[in-house]
């Protein structure tokens, strides 16, 4: 690979990189070329771009950028591939996913919602984090529950304010 094709490279990592607003870098020594075959397409089926890079490219790609990823360089040795997905815990969720088959797939490191995190320790912490469409169906949930509590109150007191009547006008008939 020339000088130019490198650039381009880089120019083009960068750009996915920047059009994604997360990103997971994992350690995919060991896996053969089916395993790989089979984490491309979970990857293809979840809306996650799986990128194999080289790490002095990839480190390239991320200095040409706003935000500082030098936290992320430690992590850049061996055999990496970079997950970037719009949704911020779907690629743990494959980390975790294919990882529990996997010994040797393992979590680097990621930036996620504006932060760093290292270590394949890390991921569990990666897949709680919520999903914007989880955080909404949770704010959604909290705000039907008080209205359903009203007009469940408002349900049953309309019985009772019956009952009540009607046992008042019984006991004026009687």
């Known amino acids: 690979m020339n000088k130019d094709q490198k650039s381009q490279l880089v120019t083009q990592l960068a750009k996915h990189i920047a059009t994604t607003p997360h990103l997971y870098i994992a350690d995919t020594t060991g896996l053969n070329a089916d395993q790989t075959s089979k984490l491309r397409r979970l990857c293809f089926r979840r809306d996650v771009k799986l990128i194999v890079v ?3 490219l990839l480190k390239r790609a991320l200095s040409t950028l706003d935000v500082d990823y030098s936290e992320l360089h430690p992590v850049l040795k061996g ?7 719009p949704v911020n815990n779907e690629p743990a969720k494959i980390l975790k996913e294919f990882g529990s088959t996997m010994d040797k797939f393992k979590l680097k490191g990621a930036y996620v919602e504006e932060a ?6 890390m991921l569990d912490a990666l897949v709680s984090i919520k999903s914007k469409n989880e955080l909404i169906g949770d704010v959604l949930g909290m705000l039907q529950s008080p209205m359903q509590n009203v007009v469940g109150a408002l349900k049953s007191g309309g019985n009772t304010i019956a009952g009540v009547l009607k046992t008042l006008e019984e006991k004026k008939a009687a």
């Open 116 to 121: 760093f995190y290292t270590g394949h320790e």
């Open 79 to 85: 055999t990496s591939a970079i997950m970037l997905s």
């Open 54 to 56: 080289k790490n002095t």
